[in-house]
């Protein structure tokens, strides 16, 4: 199984950005699929999960990012609209693990290398 991120880069305060994120070795249309982010010397943390059903953002980012899902295509994206400085992290994509709904990385059995952004001031 494999998570490859990408579309991560420089970009300046108040920019866009959009990630996406392919999943392959394994179809997870019953999974739920997310985002986390790790700034450095800082803990990983959460960004947005998104199911079948529901959709959960982390409060640092709600209203400026935006998740979405291609069960067609086994993919994640995640918008990222209004960026700030304190965005800056490398974003991880996860998927899988038997909890339903979840924003703590611990449920999350697979995971993506990463992809760096980097918001400048």
């Known amino acids: 199984v494999q998570l490859q991120a990408s579309g991560g880069g420089l970009v300046q305060a108040g920019g866009s950005l959009r990630l996406s994120c392919a999943a392959s070795?394994?179809?997870?249309?019953?999974?739920?699929m997310a985002w986390f982010r790790q700034a450095p010397g800082k803990e990983r943390e959460f960004v947005a999960t998104?199911?079948?059903?529901?959709?959960g953002y982390g409060r640092p980012v709600k209203d400026r990012f935006t998740a979405s899902r291609d069960y067609a295509e086994n993919t994640i994206t995640l918008q990222m609209n209004n960026l700030k400085p304190e965005d800056t992290a490398v974003y991880y994509c996860?998927?899988?693990?038997?909890?339903?709904?979840?924003?703590?990385?611990?449920?999350?059995?697979?995971w993506g290398r990463g992809t760096l952004v980097t918001v400048s001031s």
């Open positions: 998104i199911g079948i059903s529901y959709t």
């Open positions: 996860a998927a899988g693990g038997r909890v339903v709904i979840s924003t703590s990385a611990t449920d999350y059995v697979y």
């Open positions: 070795g394994r179809n997870f249309s019953n999974d739920k």
